[in-house]
């Protein structure tokens, strides 16, 4: 199945050391054999509403988050897995893992592989799947235009 976690790293984290917990994250999903497509690199948001997190033996209130997401193909089995790991992850403030379709949906802004270093890239065992589109078959797109075209000029004089 594929499916999707969105994650919000606490802001104390900071930049220097976000590339390490995202790379953390990967390696849980590679610990579970599950297949990365797609990422987005975290960045700096402002949360809609305030969230509080129990760090040692106080509540601190987040109004601010790191938020990026990673699509991955896993079976539905090591979801549990990949659950008690994030649940002991200290510098994640939540996540949300939800299935989804293998298609994207939206563009990724920044990919977390473009981010690291190739030798970090490797040792974090980051898959890298690459889009190839299909040729575009201008005669068959002439044909679909023209049927549009007839379509449109049928419902048109039927008005």
Known sequence: MIYEVSYLVLPTVGEDALAPEVSKLKETLAGV????IG????????????????????????????????????????????????DLNKSLLRYL?????RENTLSAKKSVAALLSPKSARSTSIVKEEVVAAPI???????????????????????
């Not at 054999?33 to 990365?36: I, L, N, R, S």
């Not at 690199?41 to 987040?62: A, C, G, H």
């Open 33 to 36: 054999e599950a297949k990365v």
């Open 39 to 86: 990422d987005e690199y975290p960045s700096l948001i402002n949360l809609q509403y305030e969230m509080t997190k129990r760090i040692d033996t106080k509540n601190v209130r987040f109004d601010q988050a790191y938020f990026g997401w990673v699509k991955f193909e896993a079976e539905s089995d090591s979801v549990a897995k990949i659950k008690k790991a994030l």
């Open 97 to 101: 893992i939800v299935t989804t379709v």
């Open 137 to 159: 078959d201008e005669e068959v797109v002439d044909q679909e235009i023209d049927k549009l075209v007839e379509e449109t000029a049928t419902v048109e004089t039927n008005d």
